[in-house]
C-alpha cells in the first residue's frame, strides 16, 4: 500500500496485489529471448550511458549492435571510392 499526499492537503492511497504463478530460478535468457532490443531501426542513432556518463563516441544501429559511427562512415567512405 502507497499514500501520497499533494500540496493542497488531498491526498490518495493505493493498493495493488500480485501473484506469481511460477519462478524460474536459472532462466536461459538467450533461449528466451530476454532483453533483445528489437524496436531498434537498422540505422538508427544511438548513445550508450555507462557509470560516468554518455560516452563521447557516437553510435549507429548496424546488424543488430551499435557501432561507432566513425567506423560506419569509414565503411561508407570506403564502398564510395570503389
Do not use: Q
Amino acid at each position: 500500500m502507497s499514500r501520497s499526499d499533494e500540496a493542497n492537503g488531498d491526498f490518495w492511497i493505493m493498493e495493488e496485489k500480485h501473484k506469481r504463478n511460477s519462478v524460474t530460478l536459472n532462466p536461459d535468457f538467450d533461449a528466451l529471448g530476454s532483453f533483445l532490443p528489437s524496436d531498434i531501426r537498422e540505422g538508427a542513432r544511438v548513445r550508450i550511458e555507462d557509470a560516468d556518463g554518455w560516452r563521447p563516441t557516437k553510435y549507429r544501429w548496424r546488424g543488430g549492435k551499435p557501432v561507432p559511427e566513425a567506423e560506419t562512415s569509414r565503411k561508407t567512405k570506403a564502398r564510395r571510392k570503389k
